[in-house]
């Protein structure tokens, strides 16, 4: 008696790089926790919206799942431009400094890379 395995078709090197800034995005959110500010409940729930886009982008990175990442990342890449503007207005029980730090400029460019894939990927469609 022969098995046939049945194989998965290899999901696109584009969406598998994409899927490793999401988790690479996730991990700069949790490393910007506060213990000590209410903030850090908004910076895990930012870390846990990028799982699921991970995920998609790894096993299957269809049309709709790459127009849902570049809408995630574009709402990000606004928070993280206003964030850097220097706005005088802040989230509650959120730090900023006059400086930002290298994990958010680490976040905008994670942010930036995955638009211009998603950006790349609608484009090979």
Do not use: K
Not at 4 to 23: D, I
Not at 61 to 67: E, L, M, Y
Not at 75 to 102: E, K, N, R, Y
């Amino acid at each position: 008696m022969t098995t046939a395995v049945l194989s998965r078709p290899r999901a696109p090197a584009l969406g598998r790089v994409a899927a490793a800034l999401a988790l690479a995005s996730a991990a700069v959110h949790l490393a910007l926790l506060d213990p000590t500010s209410l903030g850090s409940l908004l910076m895990v729930a930012m870390a846990a919206v990028c799982l699921p886009c991970a995920w998609h982008l790894w096993r299957s990175p269809t049309a709709s799942v790459w127009g849902m990442t570049a809408a995630v990342d574009g709402v990000m890449l606004v928070v993280h431009a206003q964030m850097l503007g220097g706005a005088s207005t802040g989230m509650a029980g959120m730090h900023h400094s006059a400086a930002p730090s290298a994990l958010m400029w680490l976040g905008l460019g994670l942010v930036v890379s995955q638009l211009a894939l998603a950006g790349t990927a609608a484009l090979r469609r």
